[in-house]
Every structure is written in C-alpha cells, then in structure tokens.
C-alpha cells in the first residue's frame, strides 16, 4: 500500500471511515435495517414532492413548539411545474424550495402543507436544498432558518441563512421576514475541495448547534477532502485494519467524502451568522465513499453521535452498502477521535428487497428517525429499479425508533408515517432466542 502524502496527512487531521470499517457493512441486518414499506403507503400532500425534512427546534438539538403546533421545514416541488410522473420526480431539485407543514398532534395524521419559507427573489441563487431552523434563544418567535443555496450555471452550492417570525393562532400557523438572504461561507480550497478541484463537489446542508462542551456555536455540512479529484493516494489510514494481501481497489481514489465543522464567530445574540472559522473535517471517508450529506449531531450519555446519510451509487472501490443513515461515535466530545457506529458505520439501510425505498433519514436525540419514501418496487418485482414496476414516494415514510447503546445502535420500534412525536408503536423488537424480530403492538 502507497503512503499518505504528508499535505494529505496535514490536511485530515479527523477521523477518517476507513475501507475496512466499510468491508463490515452488512445489508439486512434486522437490527440496522429500515422496514419493508407497505406498497400501498398514503401521501401527505398530493400536491406537492416532498423529500429532505426537519423540524423546528432549539440550538441544542430540542424539538420545540410554537403556540402548541409543531412545524416541520421541507425540501419541496410543485407536482404541476414538474409533473406527477417518474421524471417529474427525478427532476425535482431543478424546482426546489423550503415549505412548512404545521400539526397539533405531531403524530403524523394531520399535517397540513402552509407553503414556501423564503420570500420569492430573496434567494439570490435558483434554488434551496437542505439545512436546518433554529428558533432564535432568548427570543419569542425568532426562527433563523440556515440552508444551502443553489445555482448550476455558474455552479454554486453555498451555506446561507435567512431570518424571519413565526406566527400562529388557533386555526394554523405562518410566517413573517425571511425576505434577506446571507451567505455564511463558501468552500476555500484548504480544508475543503471547491469546484476547481472537483468538478462534482460538494458543500452543503449546514445543520447548526451549540456544542455543550465549550458552548460555542458550531456548522456541520457536507463537503469534500481538499485536493484534484481522483489524485488521492489511498495509504494505509485510509484502508484500516484490512487483511493481508488487500490491495487499493481500482477507482477508490473517487471516494473523498468529508463531515465539516465550521465556528461561529459573529454575533449570534444579533442575529449574525455571517462569520465562520473553517476548521478541518471531523471525519473523512477518502478510498469509501464520495457523500456524506446533512450531518447532525446527537448528544447521548456524554457521547456524541455524529449522523450523515449516503447512498449506495457513491461508495467506491470495493466498498459497498445500501442508502441509508450511517454514524461514529466519539468519547471526547465533538472533535473526537469517533469510531464507527455498530463496527461498519451502517446505522439504518434499506432492504435488499426495497434498496431505494427511503432515503435522508434524520435522527433526533430520542432516537426517533424521519425519512421520505423515494421509490418502492411492486411487490414480487424483479428489478426494483424498473420505473414501470415501482411506485414514487416523494412522501415521509414511517418514523421509526434507534436505541443508541455506546457504539452499537438498535432498531426497536416502527410508527406510523410522518409522526415526529410517534406515541402508538406499529411494531417493536423483541429479542426471541438470540434473533431480534418485530412484533405488532397495536
């Protein structure tokens, strides 16, 4: 095996998800796995495609209500400017932007669809993909809303905010503002690949807390390892623990995902979010993967999860594994070291038998996950990727539950679709000679 260079060394001063973390990946596994979904799932909104969500909370990660509703941000697109067809829906993010939905009950039964977020023409760039809303501390109804702003000619992906009030009364809720639009920092080519060096980079879905630890306030966000795409030396941090005689597989060198922190610096108690220290990446997936979108963090028992989803199309190499939610976990606070969740990294995938059936699942710290249906095969299909046997989500999926247990995570419970508050369990795990199976509860 080639030896890291000393700039690469330098530059990944994180923790790196190693191919051999990677070789561990078990698909199926009941434990990490999300559930068969029903073909015939309801949709929220037919009006709408709705994938990438989350809900209003505080800066420590809390789901917070606002005059008893809670409210629930999404990445959406109007079914009448795509069309409600198969390439309506794979053409969606050429059409998105931030909705909201608004529930009394949380439970997944009656949310109801209020629009768009961002004041038309206050976003500079064409679109909006995934982020995260904060209601402001200290404040009565102050949300800043952080997301990534969007343009493909000339390609741009930037970190943004966007602040604005929100309101409600007994019959629903809406808002106020959000008529400004600020970037708050752009890829600088040290520690993070920009697009000269990679034409296919990424940099986005900036997810904000305040870290307990120094209680500063801190960006997570997708991004690449810094350096030309595919002139990557795969050394031996980057393959692990593999045994003897592997050899660096052909095109691994493509796989350069990043998890990035960024600090604050501005003043957040005026509403400034404007100015960031870039620090290095907390974990790099350089010879496995090539995205590691909408990073989060979870807060557990004086361990902190870091969370990020991929898709099985980005691994590289040999390694493998299917779309889904993969995490590390760290003893020492938010810069580590972490080491991979449950061995391999894998949190929760999809099954074999459904491989592209959710996907952007996001975790909560009560180990509740969110997800959007993406497509779901006919039963007994063949080719699960065939568009004339699968049926479009573009829908939350059922929510389910993670027991998050040191460095092994668990799937026990599976609730209807949508709930962000779930209180009826669907299905939960029950532990029966050493296998764990899910049962109806009722």
């Keep these: 095996m080639n030896a890291v260079s000393s700039t690469?060394?330098?530059?990944?001063?994180?923790?790196r998800w190693t191919i051999a973390d990677a070789m561990k990946i078990?698909?199926?596994?009941?434990?990490t796995t999300m559930p068969v979904i029903d073909y015939a799932f309801p949709?929220?909104?037919?009006?709408?495609?709705?994938?990438?969500?989350?809900?209003?909370?505080?800066i420590h990660g809390k789901t917070v209500t606002f005059k008893g509703w809670y409210v629930m941000f999404a990445l959406v697109a109007d079914r009448s400017a795509t069309g409600d067809t198969v390439e309506g829906w794979h053409s969606r993010n050429n059409y998105s932007y931030i909705g909201y939905y608004y529930s009394r009950t949380g439970n997944g039964a009656d949310w109801q669809f209020g629009g768009r977020v961002i004041k038309e023409g206050a976003n500079s760039r064409s679109w909006e993909w995934s982020g995260c809303a904060v209601m402001r501390e200290n404040s009565a109804n102050t949300v800043d809303l952080f997301y990534t702003s969007v343009n493909d000619s000339p390609s741009e992906s930037v970190p943004s905010y966007t602040t604005g009030q929100v309101m409600a009364d007994a019959t629903g809720v809406w808002?106020?503002?959000?008529?400004?639009?600020?970037?708050?920092?752009?890829?600088?080519?040290?520690?993070?690949?920009?697009?000269?060096e990679d034409a296919y980079w990424d940099f986005r879905d900036p997810h904000i807390f305040r870290n307990p630890d120094d209680n500063e306030i801190y960006a997570l966000f997708e991004g690449n390892v810094p350096g030309m795409r595919g002139d990557f030396t795969i050394g031996s941090d980057e393959m692990g623990l593999v045994p003897p005689a592997t050899t660096v597989p052909a095109g691994a060198q493509y796989g350069a995902a990043a998890i990035g922190i960024a600090r604050l610096k501005s003043d957040s108690t005026k509403g400034d979010f404007s100015?960031?220290?870039?620090?290095?990446?907390?974990?790099?997936?350089?010879?496995?993967?090539?995205?590691?979108?909408?990073?989060?963090?979870v807060f557990q028992d004086g361990l902190t999860y870091l969370f990020t989803i991929s898709h099985h199309s980005t691994f590289?190499?040999?390694?493998?594994?299917?779309?889904?939610?993969?995490?590390f976990v760290s003893r020492n606070g938010i810069f580590g070291p972490y080491a991979p969740l449950n061995g391999s990294g894998l949190v929760l995938g999809n099954?074999?038998?459904?491989?592209?059936?959710?996907?952007?699942?996001?975790?909560?710290?009560?180990?509740?996950?969110?997800?959007?249906?993406?497509?779901?095969?006919?039963?007994?299909?063949?080719?699960?990727?065939?568009?004339?046997t699968y049926r479009i989500g573009g829908t939350l999926a059922p929510t389910v539950k993670i027991v998050l247990d040191g460095e092994r995570t668990f799937l026990t419970e599976?609730?209807?679709?949508?709930?962000?508050?779930?209180?009826?369990?669907?299905?939960?795990?029950?532990?029966?000679?050493?296998?764990r199976r899910f049962s109806y509860r009722g």
């Excluded at 949709?43 to 505080?58: A, E, F, G, K, M």
């Excluded at 870039?278 to 496995?288: E, F, K, Q, Y």
């Excluded at 590289?316 to 995490?327: K, L, M, R």
């Design 8 to 15: 690469q060394s330098a530059i990944q001063s994180g923790s």
């Design 26 to 31: 078990h698909t199926d596994d009941p434990t």
């Design 43 to 58: 949709v929220i909104d037919s009006d709408v495609w709705q994938w990438d969500t989350w809900l209003l909370r505080d």
């Design 175 to 196: 808002f106020e503002g959000f008529d400004v639009c600020t970037d708050m920092f752009q890829a600088d080519g040290v520690n993070y690949a920009n697009i000269v």
């Design 275 to 297: 100015q960031w220290e870039m620090l290095p990446a907390l974990v790099t997936a350089l010879g496995v993967n090539d995205q590691t979108e909408r990073p989060h963090v």
């Design 316 to 327: 590289t190499g040999n390694s493998t594994g299917p779309d889904g939610v993969y995490g």
């Design 351 to 388: 099954p074999s038998s459904a491989p592209y059936e959710t996907y952007s699942h996001f975790v909560d710290p009560a180990g509740y996950v969110q997800s959007f249906i993406d497509t779901l095969p006919e039963p007994g299909s063949a080719d699960p990727q065939d568009p004339t």
């Design 414 to 435: 599976v609730h209807a679709y949508g709930p962000c508050v779930p209180n009826t369990v669907l299905y939960q795990a029950e532990l029966h000679s050493g296998r």
